[in-house]
């Protein structure tokens, strides 16, 4: 048997019909630019965050980036956030000309521990940016708490985690902002790149508003550095298609979890840890992620088996070659660390069959027998 980490493939059969009306709606009309399924996607999407705006922008790793500027972020000012994530998170900050500065993990949900993250403020830091990684959104009661009484700018990286929510709260509605991606392979992926910002703050909103396109407002008129940025229309029109169905397939990714956890639990001892859904969280399993004893011989064998798995994230971003004048070493970030040595991500998609589960679980516990 041969088993993807995602199949895209066979979602897209389920909705193809309505996929090619509505691009042929786009190319018709000659809309090509924030047009009327940007605006309605927007809409859409704002609406489910529970927010009052929602920008469209190119990609995930532009929401980050146009979301600090459109706070205020900028040369000089230090953003925390967590090392045990993909690079974009810190390159964002890096590209709003301010100075990342990694916090330690919570061992268990992988995401940002917020007991550790005073020790880090300083008088240049300006915001706090959580990432909800593999699709559970970190814990945001404490990180709310110390960024109202220090005065920062929390922006939440909800790329992995749309429709993720937290204490009743979605994504969005208690921040300054969050952020999504829509790269084909994420929980609400476009047939290309795209990303949007949600947020609660008029004036954030606005901002970020001109600075994806040129921070032309008035037209031709130029106050702030933009950029071209926007959330093309084909997209948007994809992205109308799918957002209907994406509570079902969030449902889909939790039942294949469950799955997992259930049949894996316990089998190998401890050599298999299985991931933890945080009383309170609604997880919406953008990666399921084992931490393994010898995962790298573990990631081989099923390898030769047909089964694909991967690893997010093997190098943290603290000891990347690009961040080196930051001047992290190793050690600096033990729980980070440990975890990039032992996570194994598992194939995860809302179609994944029950047959192809068991196939997984099955060479998983003949690995460690
Ligand atoms: C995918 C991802 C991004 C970047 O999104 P793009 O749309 O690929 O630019 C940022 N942060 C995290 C955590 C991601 O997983």
């Known amino acids: 048997m041969k088993i993807p980490m995602l199949d895209l493939t066979e979602q897209y059969l389920t909705i193809k019909d309505e996929v090619l009306s509505k691009l042929d709606e786009v190319m018709s009309s000659s809309q090509f630019i924030l047009g009327n399924h940007v605006k309605q996607v927007e809409d859409d999407i704002a609406e489910m965050s529970k927010t009052s ?57 992988y995401n940002i521990d917020p007991s550790k993250i005073e020790a880090a403020i300083t008088e240049k830091t300006k915001a706090i940016i959580p990432v909800h990684l593999y699709g559970q959104m970190a814990d945001m009661d404490p ?42 392979t994420k929980n609400l992926g476009a047939y290309g790149d ?9 004036e954030l909103a606005e901002q970020a508003r001109v ?61 298999v840890i299985t991931p933890i859904e945080v009383e ?6 953008h990666q399921y992620t084992l931490r393994v004893d010898n995962r790298d011989e573990l990631q081989a064998f099923l390898k030769e088996q047909g089964i694909a798995t991967m690893i997010y994230y093997p190098i943290p971003l603290h000891l990347q070659p690009v961040f080196k004048d930051l001047g ?36 998983i516990v003949e690995f460690y027998s």
């Open 328 to 363: 992290y070493k190793e050690g600096d970030l033990p729980e980070t660390e440990k975890a990039a040595a032992q996570a194994l991500s598992l194939p995860m998609f809302p179609e994944l069959k029950q047959e192809q589960q068991d196939y997984v679980i099955e060479k």
């Open 194 to 202: 795209g990303g949007m910002i949600v947020s609660n703050e008029d």
């Open 53 to 109: 705006h929602g920008i469209g922008v190119g990609n995930g790793s532009d929401a980050i980036h146009i979301a600090l500027q459109a706070a205020g972020v900028g040369e000089g000012d230090e953003v925390i956030t967590t090392s045990f994530t993909f690079f974009a998170t810190a390159g964002s900050i890096m590209r709003a000309n301010g100075t990342p500065v990694f916090v330690d993990i919570d061992p268990v949900t």
């Open 211 to 271: 600075i994806r396109v040129h921070g032309s407002k008035p037209k031709y008129h130029h106050h702030v550095l933009g950029y071209n940025s926007r959330l093309d229309e084909l997209q948007a029109a994809v992205l109308s298609v799918k957002l209907p169905h994406l509570s079902t397939w969030s449902e889909n990714r939790r039942k294949h979890a469950m799955y997992y956890t259930e049949k894996l639990e316990g089998v190998v001892g401890d050599s």
């Open 143 to 184: 990180i709310m708490e110390i960024a109202k009484k220090h005065n920062l700018h929390v922006i939440e990286d909800a790329a992995q985690a749309i429709g993720s929510t937290y204490k009743g709260k979605q994504v969005g509605e208690m921040s300054s902002a969050a952020t999504y991606s829509f790269f084909p």
């Open 280 to 285: 309170g969280n609604y997880h919406v399993f």
